[in-house]
T-cell receptor, first 112, second 112 residues
């Protein structure tokens, strides 16, 4: 079955430290992949997207993600987190159609 | 600001009642999607409309219905409400199929 897996429910990182959020997908072809962020009480904001081509994609707010076909992964990274990055992060895909399938989300806590 | 608007922001109603949630897509976007976010089910796709026509259905209950009007705004109608329908309902829009979707701020529905 087509699915998106985020193995980490909650991650805590110190301000200024690097961040990597994991995402794996299950699909027979290359899906379109996205990372969205949801701040408390807010809607979902698109951070970045991968459709094809260069496997390292840059997004907003200093985030980047790398698509690795061999590992069926699309991990999100940031070299230095800021307190304002505390939020819920969703790895998302549409598997050959137009509806989005969401991972379960990773809640990011930043400690000073 | 994604350009997608949703009203109302909050809605509190009683079991058995009917409510209507409204969404206006970004200017130029023909597709509108509805999603439900709940603690136990996460974010799930409900239904999609494209230029006034239903395009795809997800995990939408028979008590729920939607439509998209000629001016492209959409309404999600929820009837015979149950406690379990309490959730955050998001609308998203996109200019084309399989592309990125832009989300509104959501409507928080509380059924008492």
């Amino acid at each position: 079955a087509q699915s998106v897996t985020q193995p980490d429910i909650h991650i805590t990182v110190s301000e200024g430290a690097s961040l990597e959020l994991r995402c794996n997908y299950s699909y027979g072809a290359t899906p379109y992949l996205f990372w969205y962020v949801q701040s408390p009480g807010q809607g979902l904001q698109l951070l970045l997207k991968y459709f094809s081509g260069d496997t390292l994609v840059q997004g907003i707010k200093g985030f980047e993600a790398e698509f690795k076909r061999s590992q069926s992964s699309f991990n999100l990274r940031k070299p230095s987190v800021h307190w304002s990055d505390a939020a819920e992060y969703f790895c998302v895909s549409n598997f050959g159609n137009e509806k989005l399938t969401f991972g379960t989300g990773t809640r990011l806590t930043i400690i000073p | 600001d994604s350009g997608v608007t949703q009203t109302p922001k909050h809605l509190i109603t009683a079991t058995g009642q009917r409510v209507t949630l409204r969404c206006s897509p970004r200017s130029g976007d023909l597709s509108v999607y509805w999603y439900q976010q709940s603690l136990d089910q996460g974010l799930q796709f409900l239904i999609q409309y494209y230029n006034g026509e239903e395009r795809a259905k997800g995990n939408i209950l028979e008590r729920f219905s939607a439509q998209q009007f000629p001016d492209l705004h959409s309404e999600l109608n929820l009837s015979s409400l149950e406690l379990g329908d309490s959730a955050l309902y998001f609308c998203a829009s996109s200019v084309r199929g399989r592309g990125e979707q832009y989300f509104g701020p959501g409507t928080r529905l509380t059924v008492t």
